[in-house]
Nanobody, 125 residues
Framework: QVQLVESGGGLVQAGDSLRLSCAAS????????MAWFRQAPGKEREFVVG????????YYGDSVEGRFTISRDNAKNTVSLQMNSLQPEDTAVYYC??????????????????WGQGTQVTVST
């Protein structure tokens, strides 16, 4: 069982940066692939970026590649999302998600076993 808690959301202006964090409970965090998703009002939840259990692979969604960076610290049970050059279209609730032990990074929400409660990111013009 893994519990996830996101933090770091807020209101920023276009062009600003923001760093999200996800703290995970449990001793098996280092076995899970992790991902960030986001959901804007009236839209489906969208894959943003994923990282595998040992951070040897990352996979970015097309809309954020080059602007966002995912990282993880298995010693601290955390995964972070550095978001640069934020745009109004990045406005959404951002969710941290974990996928079963040693599984590959995938884009589908259905393949993730554990979710955080989400943190709101709002980017104004």
């Amino acid at each position: 069982q893994v519990q996830l808690v996101e933090s770091g959301g807020g209101l920023v202006q276009a062009g600003d940066s923001l760093r999200l964090s996800c703290a995970a409970s449990g001793r098996t965090f280092n076995r899970y692939s992790m991902a960030w998703f986001r959901q804007a009002p009236g839209k489906e939840r969208e894959f943003v970026v994923g990282i595998n259990w040992d951070a040897s692979r990352t996979y970015y969604g097309d809309s954020v590649e080059g602007r966002f960076t995912i990282s993880r610290d298995n010693a601290k049970n955390t995964v972070s999302l550095q978001m640069n050059s934020l745009q109004p279209e990045d406005t959404a609730v951002y969710y941290c998600a974990a996928r079963g032990a040693y599984r590959t990074i995938v884009r589908s929400t259905q393949d993730y076993n554990y979710w955080g409660q989400g943190t709101q990111v709002t980017v104004s013009t």
